[in-house]
Structures are given as C-alpha cells and as structure tokens.
C-alpha cells in the first residue's frame, strides 16, 4: 500500500531565459505606458491653456476667414479624441509637429539646440561629481568638525541662492570688471566661422580641429555657467554621499576592521565607498538629468543657445508642438536613466536579483 501514495506534485520554475524575456517585456510596456501617459498629460494640459494656437501662428490681426483656414490646417476643428490619436501616430514616427515660433519641424529644431545644453549640463556634472563625491564622504569622515559645517553651509547657500542672480553677479565680476571668462553665449562672434561643429559638442569639436584659440574662447564662455550650474549639483551629491556614508560608517564590518587594524582612511575610501557605489550612481544619474531640464534661467542669464532657452521661448509664444516635444523628449530621459540604474543595481547588487525571481 505504500507504494499507492500520491506522488508529490512538482512545480514547474520559470527558466532564466524566461525571467529575462519577462523583465524586458514588463520594462518596456512600462516606459512605453510611461510615455503614453506623460504625452496624454501635456497634449490635454496644452489644450487647456488659454492660449490660442492660431494667433500665435497668424498674429493678432489677421481676418476671420485667415483665422478658419488655419484653425482646420491645425486640425483643431477635429474632436479632442482624435487629435490626440492623430498627435500618438505622429509621435510613433518620431514627428513632433512644426515649431509655431521657428516654422521648422520640433525634432530639427530639438536637435539643432540639445548639444549645447547637453554639453553645458555634462561639464556642470563633471564639475559636481568631481567635487561633491570627495567632499561628501570627507565630511562623513570628519563629522561636525569644521569641514563639515562648511560644505553644509556651501549647500545651503547653493539652495537658497538663485542662479539667476549669481550668474549676473558671476558676469558683472568675472567678465565685466576682471575680463577673466568670455561673456554670453557660446563663443564670441570673430571665432564663430573658424569653428566646423562635428559633434555639436563645441569643447571636443575645437580639440578635433586642434585650434586652441577657439578652445580657449568656448571654454572661457562655458566655464561660468556650468560652474553655477554644478554647484547645485555639487550640494546635493556631497548631502547624499554624506548620508550613505555616515550610515556605512556605522555597520559592524567597519567595527570589525578597525579592530582589525586596518586604517580609517582604507575603511572609508576602498569599503564603505564602494557599498554605496550603486545608489551614489543613482543619484549621479537623476542628477545629471536635473541639470539637463532645469538650466532654464542660467541659459537665459548667459544667453545660452540652448534646450531650456529654446523651451522658455516656445512657453512664452504659446508654441505646444514645442512645448510637447521638449517635455516628451526630458521625460524620455528620465525613464531611460532610472531603467538603466535599475539594470546597474541589478547588476551589482545580488539582492536585487534575488528579489526579481
């Protein structure tokens, strides 16, 4: 009779082939329901507005039969439905629309002006990142000693301290009384036509060609704005190295090698800054696209011929094929970062692995 007993049923595990394909498949429906949802948003918020797409592109003097042609070129005479029906399909062709405010499509316009800001924002970083990680876990090291109190200070005043204001204070210094740093814009105009812009990038594209006089001159020109632009970015990395650190600091394994005998400066620098890699990449990250979205008024201050110039103008002439655009293309942004630093932990973090299975 023991033979007769009911075999155990046996559970059938997903294999990790299967796993993968299912994690790719449930990222991509969730950027791409992440997107749908942040297009909905702006494409029913811009409609919202009272703001008139046809005045903006005819003017306030045109006649009422100029003003019904060009309300049914837009297609505002459509159902709101089906215009933003019509507004996904144009988006599933990467077609933003035409620029009200310029006359030529959004994705020319878009990518004409995102190499400056994107060069602008990735110094700002460099600047922050090169500055704030050291800063923060020394301050870690050496709590409440003076140091410590001054980076705090150094990131206060960064948050409260407009940019708008230390930009024209930078500009009124640097550049009108000392002559140190170019002035607004990108480089100045005797240059302009000795630069081949191959990159979009102008630092990298003046190295290409080897004219160090043009380097120099966008250099002095950019060296400013990023510079303010990476004291924000230098205040809040240095607060969150800060935190990681003082809460590494002070788990057993720190205890159990300085019983050990292993220096404080080995602990510090090799163990406890390397358990915090993946969230002080995180940060970086979110960082970086921060600064990418929110240079808006350092780019007006320094008459920068960027991304956030080019949004301020299209929000202020009532341009929503722009505005859309632009808003689409930051939060695109985010979502790839924070997928990529979700692969990153997943990467360097067994846990997370384990909790995904």
């Known amino acids: 009779m023991s033979q007769l007993l009911p075999q155990q049923h046996m559970t059938l595990e997903p294999s990790p082939i299967w796993r993968r394909l299912r994690a ?4 991509t429906l969730s ?43 837009l297609g505002l005479d459509q159902p709101l439905w089906k215009q933003f029906i019509d507004y996904v399909w144009q988006l599933a062709h990467l077609n933003f629309g035409t620029a009200l405010t310029t006359s030529q499509p959004v994705a ?3 990518a004409r002006v995102f190499p400056a800001t994107l060069e ?6 460099i600047i922050g990142v090169g500055l704030g990680i050291p800063a923060g876990v020394l301050s870690s090291m050496y709590r409440n000693s003076w140091f410590d109190h001054v980076i705090r200070f150094i990131g206060l005043l960064s948050y409260s301290t407009p940019h708008f204001w230390l930009g024209l204070m930078g500009l009124l210094l640097f550049y009108a009384s000392l002559g140190w740093i170019g002035g607004p814009g990108r480089i100045d105009f005797m240059y302009e036509f000795d630069l081949q812009p191959v990159t979009g990038f102008w630092l990298i594209d003046s190295l290409l060609a080897g004219n160090w006089e043009v380097f120099k001159n966008v250099f002095g020109h950019i060296i400013l704005p990023a510079s303010i632009l990476g004291l924000s970015s230098l205040a809040y990395i240095s607060r969150m190295v800060r935190s990681f650190m003082i809460e590494q600091l002070s788990q057993e394994y720190i205890i159990t090698a ?22 002080t990449l995180t940060v970086v990250a979110l960082s970086w696209a921060t600064l990418l979205e929110g240079a808006v008024l350092t780019e007006t201050v320094f008459a920068w011929p960027g991304f956030g110039r080019y949004l301020t103008n299209a929000l202020l002439a009532g341009d929503m094929n722009a505005v859309v655009g632009c808003t689409l293309l930051i939060g695109a942004i985010f979502v790839v970062l924070n997928l990529i630093c979700d692969l990153l932990y997943r990467i360097f973090d067994p846990r997370t692995r384990q909790e995904g299975q």
């Open 31 to 73: 950027i791409f329901c992440t997107l749908l949802g942040l297009a909905a948003l702006t494409f029913f918020i811009g409609r919202l507005l009272p703001i008139d797409p046809v005045v903006a592109v005819i003017g306030d003097n045109a006649g009422q039969e100029a003003y019904d042609k060009m309300y049914h070129l």
């Open 120 to 125: 602008l924002a990735t110094l700002a970083a």
């Open 258 to 279: 300085r019983v050990k005998g292993l220096s404080w400066a080995r602990c510090v620098w090799v163990h406890a800054l390397r358990n915090i890699a993946v969230p």
């Open 24 to 27: 790719l498949l449930k990222g």
């Open 108 to 110: 020319q316009d878009i």
